[in-house]
Protein backbone atom coordinates (compact mmCIF):
# COMPACT_ATOMS: atom_id res chain seq x y z
CA UNK A 1 0.00 0.00 0.00
CA UNK A 2 2.68 2.41 0.64
CA UNK A 3 4.44 1.80 -2.68
CA UNK A 4 1.42 2.63 -4.23
CA UNK A 5 1.18 5.97 -2.30
CA UNK A 6 4.80 6.60 -3.37
CA UNK A 7 3.71 5.71 -7.24
CA UNK A 8 0.79 8.19 -6.87
CA UNK A 9 2.43 11.11 -5.65
CA UNK A 10 5.89 10.52 -8.17
CA UNK A 11 2.47 10.12 -11.19
CA UNK A 12 1.30 13.63 -9.01
CA UNK A 13 4.63 15.39 -9.18
CA UNK A 14 5.36 14.39 -12.80
CA UNK A 15 1.97 15.70 -13.98
CA UNK A 16 2.88 19.19 -12.05
CA UNK A 17 6.43 19.20 -13.37
CA UNK A 18 4.65 18.96 -17.09
CA UNK A 19 2.15 21.60 -17.02
CA UNK A 20 5.12 23.93 -15.36
CA UNK A 21 6.98 22.85 -18.26
CA UNK A 22 3.97 23.31 -20.78
CA UNK A 23 3.35 26.86 -18.95
CA UNK A 24 6.77 27.94 -19.21
CA UNK A 25 6.55 26.58 -23.16
CA UNK A 26 3.35 28.84 -24.13
CA UNK A 27 4.65 31.99 -21.97
CA UNK A 28 7.81 31.74 -24.16
CA UNK A 29 6.11 31.72 -26.89
CA UNK A 30 3.91 34.39 -26.14
CA UNK A 31 6.64 36.31 -24.97
CA UNK A 32 8.82 36.08 -28.35
CA UNK A 33 5.19 36.80 -30.81
CA UNK A 34 4.66 39.56 -28.62
CA UNK A 35 7.95 40.93 -29.00
CA UNK A 36 7.97 39.71 -32.56
CA UNK A 37 5.02 42.49 -33.10
CA UNK A 38 6.74 44.55 -31.45
CA UNK A 39 9.80 44.68 -33.33
CA UNK A 40 7.72 45.28 -36.67
CA UNK A 41 5.48 48.47 -34.97
CA UNK A 42 8.86 49.96 -33.25
CA UNK A 43 9.33 51.83 -36.52
CA UNK A 44 5.98 53.47 -36.61
CA UNK A 45 5.90 53.95 -32.97
CA UNK A 46 9.41 55.61 -33.11
CA UNK A 47 8.15 57.57 -36.13
CA UNK A 48 4.47 58.58 -33.95
CA UNK A 49 5.90 59.24 -31.05
CA UNK A 50 8.73 61.31 -32.53
CA UNK A 51 7.13 62.87 -35.63
CA UNK A 52 3.74 63.49 -34.73
CA UNK A 53 2.67 63.55 -31.36
CA UNK A 54 6.24 65.06 -29.35
CA UNK A 55 5.61 68.05 -31.94
CA UNK A 56 2.45 67.97 -31.50
CA UNK A 57 2.45 68.89 -27.91
CA UNK A 58 5.74 71.17 -28.32
CA UNK A 59 3.48 73.06 -30.58
CA UNK A 60 0.46 73.19 -27.64
CA UNK A 61 3.17 74.15 -25.31
CA UNK A 62 3.97 76.73 -27.71
CA UNK A 63 0.60 78.42 -28.77
CA UNK A 64 1.11 79.66 -24.83
CA UNK A 65 4.24 81.68 -25.38
CA UNK A 66 5.68 84.35 -27.13
CA UNK A 67 8.35 83.02 -29.48
CA UNK A 68 10.46 83.37 -32.42
CA UNK A 69 12.83 80.86 -32.98
CA UNK A 70 16.23 82.83 -31.33
CA UNK A 71 14.84 84.18 -27.83
CA UNK A 72 13.95 81.72 -25.02
CA UNK A 73 10.02 80.99 -25.41
CA UNK A 74 7.74 83.69 -22.96
CA UNK A 75 4.57 82.17 -21.55
CA UNK A 76 2.00 84.89 -22.44
CA UNK A 77 -1.02 81.78 -21.79
CA UNK A 78 -3.41 82.40 -24.06
CA UNK A 79 -2.65 85.95 -25.31
CA UNK A 80 -2.31 84.12 -28.75
CA UNK A 81 -5.72 83.05 -28.89
CA UNK A 82 -6.73 85.94 -27.24
CA UNK A 83 -5.18 88.07 -30.40
CA UNK A 84 -6.82 85.68 -32.78
CA UNK A 85 -10.38 86.74 -31.48
CA UNK A 86 -10.22 89.85 -31.12
CA UNK A 87 -7.28 92.04 -33.30
CA UNK A 88 -6.05 89.76 -36.80
CA UNK A 89 -8.18 90.74 -39.72
CA UNK A 90 -6.14 88.46 -41.92
CA UNK A 91 -6.92 85.41 -39.75
CA UNK A 92 -10.77 86.21 -40.41
CA UNK A 93 -9.59 86.62 -44.32
CA UNK A 94 -8.19 83.43 -44.28
CA UNK A 95 -10.81 81.81 -42.89
CA UNK A 96 -13.38 83.33 -45.21
CA UNK A 97 -11.03 82.46 -48.42
CA UNK A 98 -10.36 78.71 -46.70
CA UNK A 99 -13.69 78.09 -46.05
CA UNK A 100 -14.72 79.08 -49.43
CA UNK A 101 -12.74 76.88 -50.81
CA UNK A 102 -14.15 74.41 -49.37
CA UNK A 103 -17.50 75.03 -49.64
CA UNK A 104 -17.05 75.24 -53.50
CA UNK A 105 -14.18 72.68 -54.17
CA UNK A 106 -15.53 69.77 -52.11
CA UNK A 107 -19.22 69.03 -53.63
CA UNK A 108 -17.70 69.64 -57.54
CA UNK A 109 -15.14 67.31 -56.81
CA UNK A 110 -17.16 64.92 -55.02
CA UNK A 111 -19.98 65.64 -57.95
CA UNK A 112 -17.32 65.06 -60.82
CA UNK A 113 -16.15 61.96 -59.31
CA UNK A 114 -19.09 59.96 -58.59
CA UNK A 115 -20.25 60.82 -62.56
CA UNK A 116 -16.75 59.48 -63.67
CA UNK A 117 -17.10 56.44 -61.23
CA UNK A 118 -20.84 56.12 -62.52
CA UNK A 119 -19.27 56.23 -66.08
CA UNK A 120 -16.74 53.69 -65.40
CA UNK A 121 -19.10 51.15 -63.51
CA UNK A 122 -20.82 50.83 -67.23
CA UNK A 123 -18.80 48.14 -68.31
CA UNK A 124 -15.99 50.04 -70.67
CA UNK A 125 -13.44 48.43 -72.40
CA UNK A 126 -9.99 48.94 -70.45
CA UNK A 127 -11.44 49.79 -67.60
CA UNK A 128 -8.25 49.32 -66.08
CA UNK A 129 -6.19 51.60 -67.83
CA UNK A 130 -8.85 54.15 -67.21
CA UNK A 131 -9.28 54.04 -63.90
CA UNK A 132 -5.50 54.36 -63.48
CA UNK A 133 -5.46 57.50 -66.07
CA UNK A 134 -8.25 59.18 -64.04
CA UNK A 135 -6.39 58.20 -60.43
CA UNK A 136 -3.07 60.10 -61.80
CA UNK A 137 -4.35 63.67 -61.24
CA UNK A 138 -4.50 62.40 -57.66
CA UNK A 139 -1.25 61.07 -57.47
CA UNK A 140 0.64 64.54 -59.09
CA UNK A 141 -1.98 66.80 -58.67
CA UNK A 142 -0.56 68.20 -54.80
CA UNK A 143 3.14 68.81 -56.21
CA UNK A 144 4.60 71.61 -56.76
CA UNK A 145 5.49 70.71 -60.83
CA UNK A 146 1.64 70.54 -60.87
CA UNK A 147 1.01 73.80 -59.31
CA UNK A 148 3.63 75.82 -61.36
CA UNK A 149 2.27 73.90 -64.55
CA UNK A 150 -1.07 75.42 -63.44
CA UNK A 151 0.30 78.95 -62.56
CA UNK A 152 1.58 78.97 -66.64
CA UNK A 153 -1.86 78.02 -67.69
CA UNK A 154 -3.98 80.50 -66.03
CA UNK A 155 -1.29 83.54 -66.57
CA UNK A 156 -1.58 86.72 -68.94
CA UNK A 157 -0.04 84.93 -71.47
CA UNK A 158 -0.74 81.46 -70.89
CA UNK A 159 -2.14 78.15 -72.36
CA UNK A 160 -5.60 79.02 -71.64
CA UNK A 161 -5.83 82.89 -72.81
CA UNK A 162 -3.69 81.49 -75.92
CA UNK A 163 -6.70 79.31 -76.62
CA UNK A 164 -9.23 82.00 -76.26
CA UNK A 165 -7.25 84.07 -78.33
CA UNK A 166 -7.26 81.68 -81.35
CA UNK A 167 -10.67 80.28 -80.92
CA UNK A 168 -12.94 83.04 -80.42
CA UNK A 169 -10.28 86.17 -80.23
CA UNK A 170 -11.34 86.98 -76.46
CA UNK A 171 -8.40 88.45 -74.90
CA UNK A 172 -7.91 86.77 -71.29
CA UNK A 173 -7.52 88.41 -68.03
CA UNK A 174 -4.63 87.14 -66.00
CA UNK A 175 -6.48 84.84 -64.04
CA UNK A 176 -4.17 84.32 -61.51
CA UNK A 177 -3.39 87.74 -61.18
CA UNK A 178 -7.38 88.71 -60.72
CA UNK A 179 -8.44 89.10 -57.26
CA UNK A 180 -11.84 87.76 -58.81
CA UNK A 181 -10.67 84.94 -60.10
CA UNK A 182 -7.29 83.38 -58.77
CA UNK A 183 -9.50 81.87 -56.14
CA UNK A 184 -11.76 79.67 -58.70
CA UNK A 185 -8.35 78.89 -60.11
CA UNK A 186 -6.88 76.53 -57.33
CA UNK A 187 -10.67 75.61 -56.79
CA UNK A 188 -10.35 73.89 -60.62
CA UNK A 189 -6.77 72.48 -59.77
CA UNK A 190 -8.50 70.85 -56.52
CA UNK A 191 -11.68 69.23 -58.56
CA UNK A 192 -9.42 67.99 -61.08
CA UNK A 193 -7.53 65.97 -58.68
CA UNK A 194 -10.57 63.40 -58.63
CA UNK A 195 -9.06 59.94 -58.50
CA UNK A 196 -8.95 59.34 -54.86
CA UNK A 197 -13.01 59.78 -54.15
CA UNK A 198 -13.64 57.84 -57.96
CA UNK A 199 -12.06 55.06 -57.12
CA UNK A 200 -13.59 54.99 -53.90
CA UNK A 201 -17.03 55.67 -55.29
CA UNK A 202 -16.27 53.31 -57.86
CA UNK A 203 -15.79 50.05 -55.21
CA UNK A 204 -18.87 51.30 -53.53
CA UNK A 205 -21.18 51.11 -56.93
CA UNK A 206 -19.81 47.75 -57.53
CA UNK A 207 -20.88 46.21 -54.47
CA UNK A 208 -24.77 47.45 -55.49
CA UNK A 209 -26.55 44.18 -56.05
CA UNK A 210 -27.28 44.20 -59.60
CA UNK A 211 -30.72 42.39 -59.06
CA UNK A 212 -32.07 45.18 -58.11
CA UNK A 213 -31.59 47.35 -60.56
CA UNK A 214 -32.94 44.58 -62.81
CA UNK A 215 -36.33 44.61 -60.52
CA UNK A 216 -36.28 48.06 -60.76
CA UNK A 217 -36.21 48.43 -64.48
CA UNK A 218 -39.66 45.44 -65.08
CA UNK A 219 -41.55 47.65 -61.97
CA UNK A 220 -40.67 50.33 -64.61
CA UNK A 221 -38.20 52.73 -63.18
CA UNK A 222 -36.24 54.70 -65.36
CA UNK A 223 -32.42 55.42 -65.30
CA UNK A 224 -32.86 58.82 -63.49
CA UNK A 225 -35.48 57.22 -60.88
CA UNK A 226 -33.01 53.83 -60.27
CA UNK A 227 -30.05 56.41 -59.36
CA UNK A 228 -32.74 58.80 -56.95
CA UNK A 229 -33.75 55.63 -55.22
CA UNK A 230 -31.27 52.77 -55.38
CA UNK A 231 -27.80 54.09 -55.87
CA UNK A 232 -27.94 57.19 -53.74
CA UNK A 233 -29.36 55.56 -50.95
CA UNK A 234 -26.65 52.64 -51.11
CA UNK A 235 -24.03 54.81 -51.52
CA UNK A 236 -24.15 57.58 -49.16
CA UNK A 237 -21.64 55.89 -46.57
CA UNK A 238 -19.02 55.70 -49.23
CA UNK A 239 -20.23 59.34 -50.06
CA UNK A 240 -20.05 60.22 -46.30
CA UNK A 241 -16.77 58.65 -46.15
CA UNK A 242 -15.85 60.57 -49.07
CA UNK A 243 -16.77 64.27 -48.03
CA UNK A 244 -15.23 63.66 -44.76
CA UNK A 245 -12.28 62.49 -46.22
CA UNK A 246 -12.09 65.70 -48.61
CA UNK A 247 -13.34 67.84 -46.35
CA UNK A 248 -10.07 67.68 -44.43
CA UNK A 249 -7.64 67.22 -47.21
CA UNK A 250 -9.30 70.86 -48.15
CA UNK A 251 -8.90 72.58 -44.86
CA UNK A 252 -5.38 71.73 -44.94
CA UNK A 253 -4.60 72.90 -48.44
CA UNK A 254 -1.31 74.50 -48.89
CA UNK A 255 1.03 74.04 -51.99
CA UNK A 256 -1.14 75.14 -54.33
CA UNK A 257 -2.02 78.33 -53.21
CA UNK A 258 1.50 78.87 -52.06
CA UNK A 259 2.98 78.12 -55.63
CA UNK A 260 0.41 79.81 -57.41
CA UNK A 261 0.35 83.27 -55.08
CA UNK A 262 4.20 82.73 -54.39
CA UNK A 263 3.75 82.40 -51.49
CA UNK A 264 2.00 85.73 -50.61
CA UNK A 265 -1.65 84.99 -50.55
CA UNK A 266 -2.38 87.48 -53.30
CA UNK A 267 -3.77 89.14 -55.44
CA UNK A 268 -5.03 91.06 -52.14
CA UNK A 269 -5.24 88.24 -50.42
CA UNK A 270 -7.46 86.57 -52.34
CA UNK A 271 -5.95 83.06 -51.88
CA UNK A 272 -4.80 83.47 -48.76
CA UNK A 273 -5.47 79.91 -47.15
CA UNK A 274 -5.17 79.43 -43.49
CA UNK A 275 -2.24 77.36 -43.83
CA UNK A 276 -0.48 79.67 -46.08
CA UNK A 277 -0.94 82.43 -43.19
CA UNK A 278 0.11 80.09 -40.65
CA UNK A 279 3.11 79.28 -42.69
CA UNK A 280 3.92 83.17 -42.78
CA UNK A 281 3.35 83.96 -39.53
CA UNK A 282 5.84 81.07 -38.81
CA UNK A 283 8.38 81.60 -41.26
CA UNK A 284 8.19 84.98 -42.47
CA UNK A 285 7.24 86.82 -39.61
CA UNK A 286 8.85 83.87 -37.08
CA UNK A 287 6.21 84.84 -34.83
CA UNK A 288 5.95 80.17 -34.05
CA UNK A 289 4.12 80.67 -30.55
CA UNK A 290 1.23 82.71 -32.76
CA UNK A 291 1.34 80.41 -35.57
CA UNK A 292 1.18 77.32 -33.17
CA UNK A 293 -1.84 78.75 -31.72
CA UNK A 294 -3.48 79.45 -35.21
CA UNK A 295 -2.27 75.58 -36.29
CA UNK A 296 -4.57 74.37 -32.72
CA UNK A 297 -7.17 76.62 -33.97
CA UNK A 298 -7.58 74.74 -37.19
CA UNK A 299 -7.21 71.40 -35.29
CA UNK A 300 -10.16 72.43 -33.27
CA UNK A 301 -12.23 73.85 -36.67
CA UNK A 302 -11.44 70.18 -38.09
CA UNK A 303 -12.79 68.44 -35.34
CA UNK A 304 -15.83 70.31 -35.26
CA UNK A 305 -16.92 69.71 -38.90
CA UNK A 306 -15.70 66.50 -38.75
CA UNK A 307 -17.85 65.70 -34.96
CA UNK A 308 -21.35 67.30 -36.98
CA UNK A 309 -20.60 65.40 -40.28
CA UNK A 310 -20.60 62.21 -37.70
CA UNK A 311 -23.64 63.50 -35.78
CA UNK A 312 -25.95 64.17 -39.15
CA UNK A 313 -24.96 60.90 -40.67
CA UNK A 314 -27.28 59.20 -38.74
CA UNK A 315 -29.98 61.28 -40.60
CA UNK A 316 -28.78 60.62 -44.15
CA UNK A 317 -26.44 57.60 -44.72
CA UNK A 318 -28.10 54.59 -45.01
CA UNK A 319 -26.10 51.40 -44.17
CA UNK A 320 -27.20 47.48 -44.45
CA UNK A 321 -29.18 47.42 -41.15
Known amino acids: MEAQYLRED ?3 IATAADRQA ?14 ASYSFLLPWLIGFFALTLGPALSSLYLSFTDYDLVDTPYWIGIGNYARIASDDPRFLKAMQVTFTFVVLSVPLKLTFALAIAITLNKGLRGLTFFRAVFYLP ?32 YEGPSWISTPGTALYTIVLLAV ?29 AGARRQFLKITLPLLTPVIFFNAVIQTIDAFKAFTSAFVISNGSGGPIDSTLFYTLYLYQEAFVNFRIGYAS ?16 SFLSARFWVHYDD
Open 10 to 12: ASR
Open 22 to 35: TTRHECGSALRYQL
Open 138 to 169: SLIGASVAIAVLWRQIFAGDGLLNKLLASVFG
Open 192 to 220: WQFGSPMIIFLAGLRQIPQDMYEAASIDG
Open 293 to 308: ALAWVLVVIICIFTAL
